[in-house]
């Protein structure tokens, strides 16, 4: 198992950028895929954006081109780089640990708003 802790959230203005942080207490560079997803009051958790160990990513189409996922395998941290946000954007943003894990991150709050 591995602990993962979430950080960079807070509360930006419509078209602001910010950057979260998972760092996970063990080494990522062996774990299938890193995940953030997110989760907003009343909606289900959805994928936000997905990189797997050879470094694929993919998005849900409401964040391609604003977005970035990158993992940096020697710091056992994965970012969550977000421009042009928008208040639809305000969510509760978990990181995820794919196999052979399967762990969640207990969330840092992005909201968006002016």
């Known amino acids: 198992q591995v602990q993962l802790v979430e950080s960079g959230g807070g509360l930006v203005q419509p078209g602001g950028s910010l950057r979260l942080s998972c760092a996970s207490s063990g080494s990522i560079s062996s774990i299938y895929a890193m995940a953030w997803y997110r989760q907003a009051p009343g909606k289900q958790r959805d994928l936000v954006a997905r990189?797997?160990?050879?470094?694929?990513?993919n998005y849900a189409d409401s964040v391609k081109g604003r977005f970035t996922i990158s993992r940096d395998n020697a710091k056992n941290t994965v970012y969550l780089q977000m421009t042009s946000l928008k208040p639809e954007d305000t969510a509760v943003y978990y990181c995820f640990a794919d196999l052979p894990y399967r762990s969640w991150g207990q969330g840092t709050q992005v909201t968006v708003s002016s």
């Open positions: 990189i797997s160990r050879p470094g694929t990513t």
